[in-house]
Nanobody, 125 residues
Framework: QVQLIESGGGSVEAGGSVRLSCTAS????????MGWFRQAPGKEREFVAA????????DYANSVKGRFAISRESAENTAYLQIHSLKVEDTAIYYC??????????????????WGQGTQVTVSS
């Protein structure tokens, strides 16, 4: 059973930056794609970004392209989401996800095998 431990996030002013981290408990997680979804109050969980197990391919939601950057450090079983130019509409709980298959859409949330506990990002104007 893989556990995903998230850190980072918090309250940030618009235009600021934040970095989220997600560390997996098992070495087998190096075989998994990792990424993030987010969920704002009253909205469904939506795909944000993902990186393949090898780190060779990444994908982003259109709403975050150019501002978000995902990466992973396999030796640390950790994925990172660097967020720049934060907007108020980025306010949400961000959930780390891991799955044997690469995921690139909000619909993929239904089949994700492992989830982190979620970390709040609040952006103020």
């Amino acid at each position: 059973q893989v556990q995903l431990i998230e850190s980072g996030g918090g309250s940030v002013e618009a235009g600021g930056s934040v970095r989220l981290s997600c560390t997996a408990s098992e070495r087998t997680s190096t075989l998994f794609a990792m990424g993030w979804f987010r969920q704002a109050p009253g909205k469904e969980r939506e795909f944000v970004a993902a990186v393949t197990s090898t780190g060779m391919r990444v994908d982003y939601a259109n709403s975050v392209k150019g501002r978000f950057a995902i990466s992973r450090e396999s030796a640390e079983n950790t994925a990172y989401l660097q967020i720049h130019s934060l907007k108020v509409e980025d306010t949400a709980i961000y959930y780390c996800a891991a799955d044997p298959s690469f995921f690139t859409s909000s619909q993929a949330a239904a089949r994700i095998d492992y989830w982190g506990q979620g970390t709040q990002v609040t952006v103020s104007s």
